[in-house]
DNA sequence: CAGATTTGTGAATATTATTCTAAAATAGGT
DNA sequence: ACCTATTTTAGAATAATATTCACAAATCTG
């Protein structure tokens, strides 16, 4: 059930690291580049998702294909207790969200918003973050470029 | 060569959605979805790929398994001349960094990184950031706990 | 509407995924 | 060290998928 032990040795780290610069890397690429037999790699794998060491396979879209080109992040200040996080799953729930922090300090929330454009950001403000119940004040940050965007993970090496 | 012209149709966007979800869903499995054959979602899933509408498949590795438990948000102020990038690029290229972001009003950067825990971040801060020219001063916001994290976009429907 | 381009189908072949059994490696306990 | 229990791997066999290709269908374009 829940995330068990985790024990990852180099082998494991070495999938990982496949896995996460490309995710359809098959079985037969990922066992011939660590010289092992397909069914090996197979059983490590599924173990690894079992384990929940791999979350998830995404395939990560371009905004601009998709007409989103305008990231921005808010910090909310609410009026959610410390520890109950009310406001956090409504926050979670909104499809332009795609992240949402509970952050230290302001006791608030930093979320991660992708709109198609300022008019898009006005218009979920307004009309979602508006109606949720709990929300006190906001400050949004503008993203005017992003130079960097990835989810990777730094790797342990063999000799490191 | 960079992004062409982009016209995608809810064929495409079917598939983005499929891909989004889950990035090792094979072929077949797409065309067997879509009533159609699995040369002809080959053939749109290549383009997509050429299109540069998908930019890669990465398999999300859950932080805590890699003892990587703290994420922080740092605001970094530069000397950077307004449309120049150079601290940017620097810190793109630390592997604890996941995202850059140029961001309007502070004259500055915001940047997400993931250490192992607040050692790790004073670390970084101290023989990574300290080291760079440029960096006027920074302001970390601590994460706490993380609710939602993904980088799924809002997909067209047919019926919307 | 004709010619040209793009996209799709269907079949054939190459490659990969998956399963299973036995061997090898590993971990624990004495 | 040794024996046993458990885990992991290899290897072969089979099922399924990926990929290619020729031709048909659909779609632009002018």
Redesign the interface.
């Known amino acids: 059930m829940g ?1 068990l032990e ?1 024990s ?1 040795d180099h082998i494991d780290y070495h999938i ?1 690291r496949i ?6 890397t098959n079985n037969a690429d990922i066992a011939r580049e660590l010289g092992m037999a397909p069914s090996a790699i197979l059983e490590r794998v599924k173990k690894l998702e079992q ?16 007409d ?1 080109n305008l ?1 921005s ?1 808010i910090f909310i200040k609410t009026s959610d207790i410390i520890g109950e ?1 009310g406001v ?2 409504l ?2 729930e909104i ?12 006791d608030g ?2 979320i991660k918003v ?1 709109t198609s454009d300022a008019a898009g950001l006005v218009d979920l403000m307004r009309n979602t973050l508006g109606k949720i119940e709990g929300i006190i004040s906001t400050r949004t ?16 090496t063999p000799t490191a």
């Open positions: 995330k985790i990852l990982l896995m996460q610069n490309n995710a359809r384990k929940e060491v791999i979350l998830q396979y995404n395939a990560k879209i371009n905004p601009v294909a998709l989103q990231l992040f996080q956090a799953y926050l979670a499809p332009e969200v795609q992240e949402v922090h509970d952050i230290a300090g302001d929330y930093l992708r940050t503008i993203v005017l470029e992003t130079v960097k965007e990835e989810q990777k993970l730094v790797i342990p």
